[in-house]
């Protein structure tokens, strides 16, 4: 089985700085890691490969060149082939630019199984795999929690807020993974060493996946982000604490106090 | 000169590092308390290559180097020193020897599992008699023809309870003194080969250490390490490579009580303001954080001759002697800046304080370390 693990460096922080022009995320001078949904994903994809070694799994990820550590840090955990998929008129792109580019890489790559994160704790959209599966006009599941392969098809659990659903998924297919369908493995020591010394990571620009530059990055992302801004934490809130009588007249008069009874 | 470290170090300490933190460190407490010694923690050691980091890959090892090791006995004696010694004393003292003195038949059938970390390795030197003095071995093995036939027993080998391979020294010739001591490579379960008393220990309280009994073990000629009658030197020269290990772990320790200190004195609050605000705890942090800093530096530079394949023998003693007293020095003081807390077992520092004791004593005595320093430079 050949599976494509599509990952996203993103920033170690809940505290994302915007750009105010052009609405932008900022990455400098932030700490990045992989998206924790992302990295559930691959362990998910090396777990495949532990019960059946002749899978193979080409990491992927979109961005720049900073984010080759990712690429990295997944093959010290035992991905195969790692992929940059770098180019200036990339950049800007919102989920629909994104999905496209990456589609359009996985075309040419091959596979059987696409895996990526539910959503990224950056942007939060939960877009980019169904739309990738749109694009390569393939089935997707999303926000799973359990794998099994049966033959050329998949078993996979997905999850809802209070009930889960078990679906048989033909290949070649997309899942989202849920960061708590699993615990990632740490790197090998010696898969460091070679991720870091001998590694080659292969990179596509647009002139590899072939798309006009038109439909690409910022040009072609509809969605224009007209404002973004940090939510102002809540002050604490007033505990009381008497007996429970006079704590019911106390918090009476303090809503009333505020005019919300 | 450059102090930098390259991109695939900081990486491996950083997984060490997320590693001490999630795997061991909520463990330590109960490993110290119950003497427990931490199996599971091995084996999540070996999956992903601790057990085998300075191992060529053709032999079940990582391809790293020591300086990478000593990293991770750093980490995880950060949190636990249980854990860093379980790592040290397989490394240094059982896997790296059989990896420069054994025969390639050695190195297949052992060298390779105790690297992939299937097995667990010890080093068996010390007697009731043979303590610094190490050369006055006690432990006879008798040449029967095809075999040898070993008797006699250690004390305070770390790992035994736990260890699937050891290296057991013992003479082959009495009259010979040092230059009839042989190395020998031996198995759990072979007959005549027991493991005797557990010792009950003031730190480092979840690693086994225990006596070896021997009684008429036989152990095949394949079996000697390295040649007849130079067990002493290789046991020297291990003891060199295992220096840096205890080395790295008092670091270890020293680095950890602190970075404990640090935060407890920045919120502990007494007279109205966080005690690290009063120029004493200041300076003592400011006093501990140097001479940790500096201990660093000396084991950093003797796993890093010791890669480049330089004399690093007077490098490793410095590095073990200094690293050992600043790791008894500062966590003494991070119990004294903790006060009456830091004297509880609520607090890893008087966990610290006790593990801290024993880098001063093992692999070679803060004495016995000066004894190499002065040989080597008054000379």
């Given at each position: 089985m050949k599976i494509v693990v599509c990952i996203k460096q993103v920033p170690n922080t809940n505290e994302i700085r915007i750009d105010p022009i052009k609405g932008t995320l900022i990455r400098d001078g932030v700490d990045s890691i992989m998206n924790p949904d992302d990295k559930a994903g691959l362990e998910t994809a090396l777990q495949l490969k532990d019960d059946n070694p002749n899978t193979t799994i080409t990491v992927l990820t979109m961005g720049p060149n900073q984010a080759t550590a990712i690429l990295r840090e997944a093959i010290a955990m035992g991905?195969?082939?790692?992929?940059?998929l770098t180019d200036r008129t990339f950049a800007g792109a919102d989920t629909w630019a994104t999905s496209l580019t990456i589609a359009s890489a996985i075309k040419k790559i091959g596979f059987d199984l696409i895996i990526c994160g539910r959503q990224a704790i950056d942007g939060d959209t939960a877009q980019v795999g169904p739309q990738i599966a749109e694009h390569l006009n393939i089935p997707h599941v999303s926000y799973v929690s359990c794998v099994e392969t049966k033959g050329s098809s998949l078993?996979?659990?997905?999850?809802?807020?209070?009930?889960?659903?078990?679906?048989?998924?033909?290949?070649?297919?997309?899942?989202?993974?849920?960061?708590?369908?699993?615990?990632?493995r740490y790197m090998r020591v010696g898969r460091i060493f070679d991720a870091y010394r001998d590694l080659d990571i292969k990179t596509m620009g647009q002139v590899d996946i072939n798309i006009d530059p038109e439909e690409l990055g910022l040009k072609g992302s509809p969605t224009k982000v007209r404002k973004t801004e940090t939510k102002q934490a809540k002050k604490s809130g007033v505990v009381v604490e008497l007996d429970p009588k006079e704590s019911a007249e106390k918090i009476i008069s303090l809503l009333a106090e505020k005019y919300i009874i | 000169m450059d102090f930098s470290f390259a991109k695939e170090y900081e990486v491996c300490r950083s997984m060490f590092r997320e590693f001490a933190e999630n795997e061991v460190k909520p463990l330590a407490e109960e490993v110290d308390e119950e003497e427990r010694f931490p199996l599971e923690t091995v084996k999540k050691m070996a999956a992903c290559g601790m057990m085998g980091i300075p191992i060529p890959k053709e032999y079940g090892g990582e391809g790293a180097d020591t300086l990478t090791y000593i990293l991770a006995v750093e980490e995880l004696s950060k949190v636990c020193g249980t854990t860093g010694v379980i790592l040290s004393a397989h490394t240094s003292l059982c896997a790296v020897p059989i990896l420069e003195y054994g025969t390639e038949e050695q190195k297949q059938k052992f060298l390779i599992p105790l690297a992939k970390g299937e097995k667990l390795g010890a080093f068996a030197l010390t007697e009731a008699n043979a303590g610094t003095d190490a050369g006055a071995q006690q432990t006879i093995a008798e040449d029967c023809g095809d075999y040898y036939l070993i008797n006699g027993s250690k004390i305070f080998i770390t790992n035994a309870g736990y260890a699937d391979i050891f290296i057991v020294m013992a003479m082959t010739d009495k009259k010979a003194g040092t230059r009839g001591i042989t190395a020998f490579i031996l198995e759990k379960g072979m007959p005549g080969f027991t493991i005797g008393k557990h010792e009950k220990k003031m730190g480092i309280r979840g690693s086994s250490t225990c006596e070896l009994i021997l009684e008429d073990v036989k152990v095949a000629k394949e079996n000697v390490l390295g040649k007849l009658g130079k067990g002493f030197g290789l046991a020297m020269k291990t003891l060199d490579g295992g220096r840096i290990g205890i080395a790295a772990q008092a670091l270890g320790l020293a680095q950890g009580s602190l970075d404990e200190t640090i935060s407890y004195t920045m919120e502990r609050k007494q007279f109205g303001r966080a005690i690290s605000k009063f120029q004493n705890t200041q300076f003592q942090i400011a006093d501990m954080h140097c001479k940790t800093e500096a201990a660093r530096n000396l084991v950093y530079k003797a796993a890093w001759k010791k890669d480049r394949k330089e004399a690093y023998s007077l490098d490793a003693a410095m590095a073990k002697l200094f690293a050992s007293e600043v790791a008894m020095e500062v966590t003494t003081k991070a119990v004294q800046l903790h006060g009456g807390y830091g004297y509880t077992r609520e607090y890893s520092?008087?966990?610290?304080?006790?593990?801290?004791?024993?880098?001063?004593?093992y692999e070679g005595t803060s004495e016995v370390q000066k004894m190499v320093i002065a040989g080597s430079i008054l000379r």
């Open positions: 991905a195969d082939e790692a992929i940059l078993i996979v659990k997905r999850e809802f807020e209070d009930f889960y659903q078990r679906i048989k998924v033909q290949t070649p297919c997309l899942i989202t993974s849920l960061s708590s369908m699993n615990k990632p | 520092v008087e966990r610290m304080m006790r593990d801290a004791k024993i880098t001063e004593i």
